[in-house]
């Protein structure tokens, strides 16, 4: 998320004050990213140190009042015409998470999905109770639409992780059905698979993914549609 570029789309609307973007920052996207007043004037003083703001005086309660400058409608132009990179994604906890969990002594891995799709399923229906809350107030102003557009995002994203979740646990199944050799070879020196992985790593990988998935058929936790109010 870009707070230094959420800040210029701020100050296009006009100037604002420290304490007045945090609002207006929060209010646009509700709350879902908060921001303390020090990130704010932290990523001012770098805005203004780029020469893509200036202070223009005070207020009358003596708030120094920033402006977005030239160079700073032309990033702001960039930044909504460039689409965001995909190329290079953010580390994803919950990913790495399950890809040590694989084969980690003492873990069970069927447990940390099952755990994880619970608590996405939860925050789902958060997700969606809300937007019903907000469509029930038939939003009206640019901030009322904005935080409908973020709140139906997490609502996508928390669909799209309990699909995965899913997904994740089919696959450990299928693979404990697999040898061990055929599902995981190990790479030799000479860049093709060996006859004999070193240390028993391919069947200890193999044993802890089928002793993870084992009776995952009949104690899996289904995944539930929520309920969801129109307009989506």
């Known amino acids: 998320m870009s707070i230094r570029h959420g800040l210029l789309a701020l100050l296009e609307r006009g100037p604002r004050y420290g304490s007045q973007l945090r609002t207006e920052f929060e209010s646009r996207t509700g709350s879902t990213w908060p921001l303390n007043v020090g990130q704010v004037y932290t990523t001012l003083s770098r805005l203004e140190r780029d020469g893509m703001v200036s202070q223009d005086g005070e207020d009358q309660a003596g708030h120094a009042l920033y402006v977005i400058t030239h160079a700073g409608r032309t990033e702001l132009k960039s930044w909504f015409r460039t689409p965001v990179d995909r190329a290079s994604p953010p580390r994803d906890e919950l990913a790495i998470k399950l890809a040590m969990a694989v084969g980690a002594p003492g873990v069970d891995i069927r447990e940390v999905i099952q755990s994880q799709r619970r608590h996405t399923i939860k925050a789902m229906q958060d997700y969606t109770r809300l937007k019903a809350q907000a469509l029930d107030a038939v939003p ?71 002793g993870a998935v084992s009776g995952a058929t009949s104690g899996r936790t289904p995944v539930k549609e929520p309920h969801r109010s129109g307009g989506r």
Do not use: K, Y
């Not at 102003?141 to 089919?170: G, K, M, N, P, Y």
């Not at 199944?173 to 061990?180: D, E, K, W, Y």
């Not at 391919?202 to 993914?209: D, E, F, K, P, T």
């Open 140 to 210: 009206t102003d640019r901030d009322e639409v904005a935080w409908l557009l973020v709140l139906e995002q997490l609502i996508f994203q928390t669909e799209a992780e309990a699909r995965w979740l899913d997904h994740c646990e089919s696959r450990l199944i299928r693979l404990s059905m697999v040898p061990a050799r055929e599902a995981l070879p190990v790479e030799g020196a000479t860049g093709t698979p060996t006859d004999d992985p070193p240390n028993g790593t391919s069947g200890a990988v193999s044993g802890a993914v089928s």
